[in-house]
């Protein structure tokens, strides 16, 4: 773990608070798959686990007015920004409480209200929509900041570039989260971009590239909360490439083949949960009675979501032509 100056600004509470939310996520994500074979959920399913530090490290650093916008592995993210499980889950069942009243699924969650723009199945697509909600925050003149997350994949599209290049240009106020977990679908990054150090990507464009250690939900919080700040008052986008790695495969039926035993294992000992619950033990900020409290308080958070989500109604049939844009 790294400790910089930034983090004099955090207390033992919201360290414990970014712990809970790390193991929030990974109970949620682990508790999917056998749901899922039960037929309980439908359609694409793209699991989080292992990515935890980054979207609890980038939800932490932004204020609860800041927007939000990804791509489709996204729960975690959804939940990072403050969506209870509850919905999150329902939306997983296609039920009527589900966060995007069970039309979405897991590739398109929603929440206006706590600033979750969403995510999105086509790759990249959601950058240039990322600033234009910045362009919108700069016409009305409020302080709001957007930060976009997505995977190596997206970098490699030309949309990144058209997004980087005009996010630039108009000084927009968004932060890009690249979350580079090593692979697209079962292509490594090598295999895919001519630049493997994908934080080198922004040049370009004269943006700040910087590259953060994603399996440090410490490092990433403070890399982005500067990059935000920034934002913010007016110095325009950064760019941030985490190197991350999920732990499971890209989708609920990727056995993950390609990937090496001894790969997964080296990134396994990197695991951003146990580590991080070390480090608050090390320094002081809590004792094991607390990490246990918490893991079995959020266990239970996913139990209750799950029976919220079975015991929730399907949506109307009258509904089936609201809300849906095609
Ligand atoms: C424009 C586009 N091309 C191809 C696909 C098919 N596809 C779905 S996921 C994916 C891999 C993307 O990987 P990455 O951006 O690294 O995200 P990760 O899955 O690692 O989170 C691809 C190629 C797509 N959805 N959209």
Known sequence: MKLKKELELLDAR?????????????????????????GKMGGFLHLYSGQEAVGVGVAHAMHKDDYMICAYREHGLALAKGIPPGPVMAELFGKATGVSKGKGGSMHMYDAE?????????????????????QAILYRETDEVVVC??????????????????????????????????????????????????????????????????????????????????????????YIEAVTYRFRGHSISDPGTYRSEQEKKIWRERDPIPNFAEWLLNEGHTDRGEIENIENEEKKRIEEAIRFAEESPDPDSEELWTDVYA
């Open 149 to 238: 997350l997505f995977g190596d994949g997206a970098t490699n599209q030309g949309v990144f570039h058209e997004a980087m290049n005009m996010a630039a240009l108009y000084k927009v106020p968004v932060v890009f989260v690249c979350e580079n977990n090593g692979y697209g679908i079962g292509t490594s990054v090598s295999r895919a971009s001519s630049v493997e150090q994908l934080y080198k990507k922004s040049c370009a464009y004269e943006t700040p590239g910087l590259k953060v250690d994603g399996m440090d939900v410490l490092e990433v919080y403070e890399t982005v909360r500067t990059a935000v700040q920034k934002a913010r008052e007016g110095g325009g986008p950064t």
């Open 14 to 38: 919201e360290l414990l608070e970014m712990y809970r939310d790390m193991v929030r996520i990974r109970e949620f994500e682990e508790a999917c798959p056998k749901l899922y074979s039960q």
């Open 114 to 134: 706590l600033r979750f723009m969403g995510g999105y199945g086509i790759v990249g697509g959601h950058l240039p929509l990322s600033v234009g909600i910045g």
